[in-house]
């Protein structure tokens, strides 16, 4: 005796443009969709994840299968059941869907690496929408040449039906088989939703240096370290953020007089030269220039920055900093030329 999902399958019936590609146009959609969603960051969580499963583990099988297979199966009466004249049975088809999809996102990983792209959550999301995109309207066109009674259709009863038929309607042992095989394939779709929705991002750290203009080059070397007393220099601070996300930074430049003694630096004396606040994005570098205009005279003083994760504490201090870097610099008297200069200079404004 025939099942009923195989004599529905077999019924031949009108089946016009907006049956044959309504799921192409659904599942098309709903990738346009998911992956607009996560590549803006609009979803988190829970929501993210179950939206990158779909999206990873069916929708570019689906897709695919579709492109393949644009017919309906068909009955083979001697063995009571549908066979691939045309195309496979719905088990089968979303079977297929889910296996070439975990297939389709592991060999998207060579084009993306022969063009150079980095292999991340962005690229792949982008990659498997188009691959939803064309594999849908292919299957459209496909499906659309065919006669509208061999047309692919969504039989919700039958699928319904088929789904008993494969877990109750068979010996225990086929049972259990194709329960494993299907929480098996949905275990490697979430692992990979997982690895979209929460890429591993190593670890988290805040990177910082000091540089020194050079011809407009910046470099990690030569540093100034002779100063006249009350002139500018400058030196820039670069911050790099790999924390994961924006951060806020508060940099302090000191310059300390200090003696060391028995392997112990003991401040003498501190000034504070400059303060600054930075806002670095995400995986961004950020550089801000601080100024110094020393009044304290002496070799060998030290020059700190000081750089802290949001505000920075009144009295900036190597114990107390994160970040801690320091140059060692003699602060001369200034010259007469540059002494009457200044003079002359700051003595101007009063004269108006």
């Not at 992956?35 to 099988?61: C, E, N, R, W, Y």
């Not at 540089?211 to 370290?225: P, Q």
């Not at 100063?227 to 300390?256: C, F, H, K, M, W």
């Not at 003991?266 to 670095?280: A, C, H, T, W």
Request: aromatic fraction near 4%; hydrophobic fraction near 50%; avoid cysteine.
């Amino acid at each position: 005796m025939m099942r009923d999902s195989d004599a529905v399958e077999s019924r031949p019936g009108d089946h016009g443009l907006a049956a044959a590609t309504g799921d192409l146009a659904a599942v098309a959609g709903f990738a346009l969709v998911a992956g607009s969603l996560l590549l803006a960051d609009v979803v988190t969580g829970p929501a993210q994840v179950a939206l990158a499963a779909v999206l990873l583990g069916f929708a570019p099988g689906y897709a695919t299968v579709s492109a393949l297979f644009p017919a309906r199966g068909v009955l083979d009466p001697a063995r009571r059941r549908t066979r691939w004249v045309r195309g496979p049975n719905w088990v089968e088809r979303l079977s297929l869907s889910v296996a070439t999809s975990l297939v389709l996102v592991v060999l998207l990983g060579v084009p993306i690496s022969l063009l150079g792209l980095d292999f991340g959550a962005r690229t792949l999301t982008v990659a498997v929408v188009a691959v939803v995109a064309a594999g849908a309207l292919l299957g459209a066109w496909r499906r659309l040449r065919l006669p509208s009674e061999d047309r692919l259709v969504v039989p919700v009863a039958r699928l319904r039906a088929e789904a008993k038929a494969s877990t109750v309607d068979v010996p225990a042992v086929d049972a259990a088989l194709n329960v494993a095989l299907a929480v098996a394939v949905v275990a490697a779709a979430s692992a990979l939703a997982v690895g979209l929705a929460a890429p591993d991002r190593g670890e988290a750290y805040t990177e910082v240096a000091l540089l020194d203009d050079r011809g407009g080059d910046l470099v990690a070397s030569n540093y100034t370290t002779s100063i006249e007393r009350g002139d500018p220099a400058n030196v820039t601070l670069t911050v790099e953020n790999r924390e994961g996300e924006s951060r806020e930074y508060t940099a302090v430049l000191v310059l300390q007089r200090v003696r060391t003694t028995d392997g112990q630096t003991v401040v003498l004396e501190r000034e504070e030269l400059d303060r600054i606040g930075l806002s670095v994005p995400d995986e961004r570098t950020a550089e801000r220039t601080l100024t110094a205009r020393p009044t304290m005279l002496g070799d060998d003083l030290r020059m700190n920055v000081f750089v802290y994760p949001g505000d920075a504490p009144s009295e900036a201090s190597a114990s107390s900093a994160p970040h801690h870097l320091f140059l060692w610099v003699d602060v001369q008297r200034a010259s007469a030329g540059n002494a009457s200069a200044s003079a002359a200079g700051s003595a101007s404004p009063s004269l108006v």
